[in-house]
């Protein structure tokens, strides 16, 4: 799969990131989790946010790779954990295709699997999800942005006036 497969962008600011974790904690609230499991890298900052919005202070990690910028390469996991999440919230940013969640519904078919973000092939792999997408829309996190000067607008006109 390539990066031609997205025709719509999606760009997440962190305060949007914000709001929305908080907006799929209040569908959560009034559950009781053991700890929470982190899907690195992608769902280390929601499942912080999501430990401060529900108080939940055990926190572990399933390392799985399987973005390589934007296309999908081979699935490597590289870190599990040993237990089959039973009264363990599992989160990520995003399902896209499934093939990342599935690995990790093999692990933990127990868990309560929730993503901020979900696309129509990997949505039924998870629990719940806040905001669903369409499968051709690439995600830009804020974690993959960096922030730059622009220059003012006058300028950019001046500077590109002829002489």
């Known amino acids: 799969m390539s990066a031609n497969r997205y025709q719509q962008h999606f760009t997440v600011s962190w305060d949007q990131l914000h709001r929305d974790v908080r907006a ?5 609230v009034e559950r009781d989790f053991k ?14 946010l999501i430990a401060r919005e529900l108080n939940v202070r055990l926190i572990d990690t399933v390392c799985i790779k399987s973005y390589d910028h934007m296309d999908q390469g081979g699935l490597d996991v590289m870190k599990g954990v040993d237990h089959d999440g039973d009264g363990w919230l599992l989160v990520d940013d995003l399902v896209d295709t499934g093939k990342t969640a599935r690995a990790v519904r093999d692990m933990l078919p127990k868990a309560h699997f929730v993503t901020v ?16 997408v369409a499968q051709d829309c690439w995600i830009q996190f804020p974690w993959d942005m960096g922030v730059s000067y622009v220059e003012p607008l006058v300028d950019q006109v001046r500077s590109q006036a002829p002489e």
């Open 35 to 48: 700890g929470i499991v982190a899907i690195t890298r992608g769902g280390l900052i929601p499942a912080a």
């Open 24 to 28: 799929l904690c209040h569908k959560l």
């Open 117 to 132: 973000y979900a696309k129509p092939e990997g949505r039924p792999l998870v629990d719940q999800c806040l905001t669903e």
